[in-house]
């Protein structure tokens, strides 16, 4: 029996690309070097485009996923949220009616989202309006029925993560980027692709 094909679209900003990190690898090639392509084979296309809001987002996301995904395999789409918004000056309403529309457009396509939510920074007021904004995330995502991974709070008083922080220009280096790793591949990566989460 042939293995099945899944083809993941991976939408966001930079941190998407592993920007700051000395492999090279980011979070997300830490997460597709961890999973088994034993039970399916995994095709990959990560779209990263620096500095993007949601807004940005919602308006090229489907374009150029599109163009990667395929009629004879289970297409996927990863959205990693970033903290943007707060720069963008866009409220609370306006970023979750731009996730929302990205979700329902990938629903109408029969297309699995998994929404890793944006990652918390040194400064304490914007993590205050950046919590806010990252649960609102989550509640649109559990909304719509698609998968979400909240990076914010476990990581916003993480001693690792915020020493990481500081030693690189605030963008996560090898350690930060492994904690953003291991939070995506032990709180939802398996069963979003529906293949068995390892023992060991």
């Known amino acids: ?28 090639g830490r997460v597709l070097a961890r999973t088994s392509t034993e039970e399916a084979r995994l095709e990959s296309y990560v779209l990263a485009a620096p500095g993007e809001g949601t807004e940005a987002l ?3 996301w489907l374009e150029e996923a599109s163009r990667r995904f ?3 395999c289970e297409n996927r789409l990863v959205v990693a949220l970033s903290d943007r918004d707060l720069d963008l000056g866009l409220s609370t309403a ?10 329902d457009a990938a629903s109408q396509m029969s297309i699995k989202a998994l929404v890793v939510g944006p990652v918390p920074g040194l400064d304490p007021d914007r993590n205050r309006r950046l ?3 990252a649960a609102a995330y989550g509640d649109v995502a559990s909304r719509r029925n698609h998968s979400y991974v ?18 690189n220009r605030g963008l996560p280096g090898q350690a930060g980027y492994g904690l953003i790793a291991w939070l995506v591949l032990h709180r939802g990566w398996y069963p979003w692709l529906q293949l068995p989460e390892p023992t060991a």
């Open 1 to 28: 029996m042939e293995p099945r094909t899944i083809r993941i679209a991976a939408v966001g900003d930079e941190l998407l690309a592993g920007h700051g990190d000395p492999r090279a690898l980011g979070w997300y």
């Open 58 to 60: 919602a308006q090229r």
């Open 70 to 72: 395929g009629d004879r």
């Open 94 to 103: 306006r970023s979750r009616l731009n996730l929302a529309n990205i979700l």
């Open 131 to 133: 919590g806010e904004l």
């Open 150 to 167: 909240d990076t914010f709070t476990p990581l916003e008083h993480h001693d690792q993560w915020r020493s990481d922080l500081a030693s």
